[in-house]
T-cell receptor
Framework: EAQVTQNPRYLITVTGKKLTVTCSQN?????MSWYRQDPGLGLRQIYY???????DKGDVPEGYKVSRKEKRNFPLILESPSPNQTSLYFC????????????????FGEGSRLTVL | QKEVEQDPGPLSVPEGAIVSLNCTYS??????FMWYRQYSRKGPELLMYTYSSGNKEDGRFTAQVDKSSKYISLFIRDSQPSDSATYLCAMESGGGADGLTFGKGTHLIIQP
């Protein structure tokens, strides 16, 4: 089954304790992205990757790191989480093509709900 | 500017009604317009997309873009309880370098 898999789905942590949210896709998509979704603010892009070893900042990159060493994986790293990073996080990968918008058709994971105390 | 405005709702309508969901935007560079549907506790999924102005129909769903007014709409005919979800509009410019800009989403409830 084609899917984007995120782990963990739920996490409660404390300020300053490094954590990684993993993301893996099995569709051979080149484009991958991380979003956070907050009430009243909607979906905002954190980082994206056009291909292996190519990453770039989105709209809200502060406090986050990413890496893209393999095509299928795009982990999100919070080196020193703070309470304002409490949010619902989505990883997405994209099928791109001539008959699609430039970003393509985004396939989202089921989300990772993070609480930082 | 990248702002996209979307009424958060909730919008509650009876089953079978025609639903109209709308977004307005300010960036005239946007050329691609999408609607994503998000069920509770799930990630968004692409419903429809249109390029530039015009209409696009897919079953019970019609997407409409009016670039002169910077206004896009999604119409749902014969609405069903299974259409209850949050609908997010999204848009981007032709270059693709800026990525997608999402609206905040409209929470739709179809009452049986």
């Amino acid at each position: 089954e084609a899917q984007v898999t995120q782990n963990p789905r739920y996490l409660i942590t404390v300020t300053g304790k490094k954590l990684t949210v993993t993301c893996s896709q099995n569709m051979n998509h080149e484009y991958m992205s991380w979003y956070r979704q907050d009430p009243g603010l909607g979906l905002r892009q954190i980082y994206y990757s056009m291909n292996v070893e190519v990453t770039d900042k989105g709209d809200v990159p502060e406090g986050y790191k990413v890496s893209r060493k393999e095509k299928r994986n795009f982990p999100l790293i919070l080196e020193s989480p703070s309470p304002n990073q409490t949010s619902l996080y989505f990883c997405a990968s994209s099928l791109r093509g001539d008959r699609l918008p430039p970003t393509g058709e985004l396939f989202f994971g089921e989300g990772s709900r993070l609480t930082v105390l | 500017q990248k702002e996209v405005e979307q009424d958060p709702g909730p919008l509650s309508v009876p089953e079978g009604a025609i639903v109209s969901l709308n977004c307005t935007y300010s960036n005239s560079a946007f050329q691609y317009f999408m609607w994503y549907r998000q069920y509770s506790r799930k990630g968004p999924e692409l419903l429809m997309y249109t390029y530039s102005s015009g209409n696009k129909e897919d079953g019970r769903f019609t997407a409409q873009v009016d670039k002169s007014s910077k206004y896009i709409s999604l119409f749902i005919r014969d609405s069903q309880p299974s259409d209850s979800a949050t609908y997010l509009c999204a848009m981007e410019s032709g270059g693709g370098a800026d990525g997608l800009t999402f609206g905040k989403g409209t929470h739709l409830i179809i009452q049986p």
